[in-house]
Nanobody, 121 residues
Framework: VQLVESGGGLVQAGGSLRLSCAAS????????MGWYRQAPGKQRGLVAT???????NVADSVKGRFIISRDNAKNTVYLQMNSLKPEDTAVYYCAASRLIGLLRSGTSENWGQGTQVTVSS
């Protein structure tokens, strides 16, 4: 499975960005998809997950600002990020797994290469 992220960049605080992650290859069996992020000097942490049926889970730190969605026909997951803050600056990674538990525990089988998001104050 190949995961390719896009949509990162530089934005001012209060702005918005939309990340996309397209899955290709042996995608049969891929169920849960989601986003993690890693800021400099910090561990990678869960941002949001979504199941094929559309059930979502969003980290408290971004709840009310970030929205995760997916287009199953396109094998693509999105992360709409609004009201961005400097502390949202990180490399954002897409992840996909056959099991939601693996995804949420950070042990997903499939990871993207990451896309940089930088929020200036």
């Amino acid at each position: 499975v190949q995961l390719v992220e896009s949509g990162g960049g530089l934005v001012q605080a209060g702005g918005s960005l939309r990340l996309s992650c397209a899955a290709s290859g042996s995608i049969f069996g891929i169920n849960a998809m989601g986003w993690y992020r890693q800021a400099p000097g910090k561990q990678r942490g869960l941002v949001a997950t979504i199941t094929p049926g559309g059930s979502t889970n969003v980290a408290d730190s971004v709840k009310g600002r970030f929205i995760i969605s997916r287009d199953n026909a396109k094998n693509t997951v999105y992360l709409q990020m609004n009201s961005l803050k400097p502390e949202d600056t990180a490399v954002y990674y897409c992840a996909a797994s056959r099991l939601i538990g693996l995804l949420r525990s950070g042990t997903s089988e499939n990871w993207g290469q990451g896309t940089q998001v930088t929020v200036s104050s």
